[in-house]
C-alpha cells in the first residue's frame, strides 16, 4: 500500500512558477512510477506528466511540455512538478498517482494510487 500527500499548489500570477511536491509512504516508491494529473473545474481530469521508477524517462502533455519539468528523488521517497511560465488555463487541482509498474503512462487509468490532490490557482 502506498500513500501519497501532495503540496506546494497555491496562488500564483500568470508567468510565475510553482514547484509542487508529492511524498510518498511505503518501501517500494523506487520501483513505482509515478505521475502528474489535474482537474479543472467541469472538466475531466487530464494527464500531464509521468516519470519512471528511476527518474531516466520522463513523458508529457502537449499542453506543458517545455513549461514543466517532472523529477524523483527515491531516497526522499518524492516526486516533483516543476510549473514555469503558468498560464490561467493551468488552473486545476493537481494529483500525484502511482503505479505498481516501472514505466508510467498517460492513463489516468494505469495508476493505483493516489493523492488527494493540491489546488493551482493561477491569475491573469
Known amino acids: 500500500q502506498v500513500q501519497l500527500v501532495e503540496s506546494g499548489g497555491g496562488l500564483v500570477q500568470a508567468g510565475g512558477s510553482l514547484r509542487l511536491s508529492c511524498a510518498a509512504s511505503?518501501?517500494?516508491?523506487?520501483?513505482?512510477?509515478m505521475g502528474w494529473f489535474r482537474q479543472a473545474p467541469g472538466k475531466e481530469r487530464e494527464f500531464v506528466a509521468t516519470?519512471?521508477?528511476?527518474?531516466?524517462?520522463?513523458y508529457y502533455a502537449n499542453s506543458v511540455k517545455g513549461r514543466f519539468t517532472v523529477s524523483r528523488d527515491n531516497a526522499k521517497n518524492t516526486v516533483y512538478l516543476q510549473m514555469f511560465s503558468l498560464k490561467p488555463e493551468d488552473t486545476a487541482v493537481y494529483y500525484c498517482?502511482?503505479?505498481?509498474?516501472?514505466?508510467?503512462?498517460?492513463?489516468?487509468?494505469?495508476?493505483?494510487?493516489w493523492g488527494q490532490g493540491t489546488q493551482v490557482t493561477v491569475s491573469s
Open positions: 498517482a502511482g503505479r505498481s509498474t516501472s514505466y508510467g503512462s498517460a492513463s489516468f487509468q494505469a495508476y493505483d494510487y
Open positions: 516519470v519512471n521508477w528511476s527518474g531516466s524517462s520522463t
Open positions: 511505503g518501501r517500494t516508491f523506487s520501483s513505482y512510477a
